[in-house]
């Protein structure tokens, strides 16, 4: 295979939209620099680009761009890299013998697409049935942010969101629905404003269709409720 055909290749699965891995794609050496080295880094990079491009750097509305674009990257919509943001979802003795779902329904979610580095824009949709423990309903959100916060495909995402679940709760009885636009499909490419993306992932009692449909069914109700 000629090297023209592997770049057309590696083109074709990112507009695709094709993910390669159910994990984040990470080197060993990813956390070996601090974020202050990084956004030192990213800084140069964007400038670069930037100049490439033929904007004036010198003008007062651009000169700041390239450090808050490295600052962003860092420290907003790809801290979720690092593991040391993890969310601490400490859990609880389930007292009071709650044994039906719980479901925390219309999570906005925000991420970036892998592929163009675009925004993909949403809602999550999370369920689990207790195994004798349960986890703060917030602690659910910032699981979902903190996998967002990440270059992402939406089914690595949804699988990312139900496995951690799994792991702090204890259970496999663990589901996560996710409806999202991509930009990189919306605002370039074939520009399809109105799509969206659907993805679904079930585990333990969820598999079974009755109690995935229960699951469904509760993501239809309104919640409009005015405070």
């Given at each position: ?215 469904l069914d509760y993501i239809k109700l309104e ?5």
């Open positions: 295979m000629n090297l023209d055909k592997k770049t057309q290749d590696i083109e074709d699965l990112g507009d695709a939209h094709i993910a390669t891995s159910g994990d984040t794609p990470l080197r060993n050496d990813a956390f070996e620099l601090s974020d202050v080295e990084k956004i030192n880094r990213i800084k140069k990079d964007v400038h670069s680009i930037m100049q490439t491009l033929g904007l004036d750097l010198t003008d007062d509305s651009l000169k700041g761009t390239p450090n808050r674009v490295a600052k962003m990257f860092v420290q907003e919509i790809f801290g979720g890299l690092h593991p040391d943001r993890k969310p601490k979802a400490s859990t609880f003795e389930n007292k009071y013998k709650y044994n039906e779902m719980l479901v925390e329904k219309n999570i906005t979610l925000y991420s970036t697409c892998e592929h163009h580095l675009l925004p993909i824009v949403g809602k999550a949709h999370i369920a689990y049935i207790s195994k004798g423990t349960v986890v703060g309903l917030s602690k659910m959100n910032r699981i979902v942010d903190y996998y967002a916060k990440r270059p992402q495909v939406q089914e690595r995402l949804t699988m990312q969101v139900v496995k951690e679940l799994q792991q702090v709760l204890g259970t496999e009885d663990v589901a996560c629905v996710i409806d999202a636009k991509h930009l990189c499909v919306n605002s370039r490419g074939i520009r399809d404003i109105d799509s969206s993306t659907v993805t679904s992932e079930y585990g333990g009692a969820f598999k079974d269709p009755e109690v995935r449909r229960e699951f919640t409009d409720y005015r405070v």
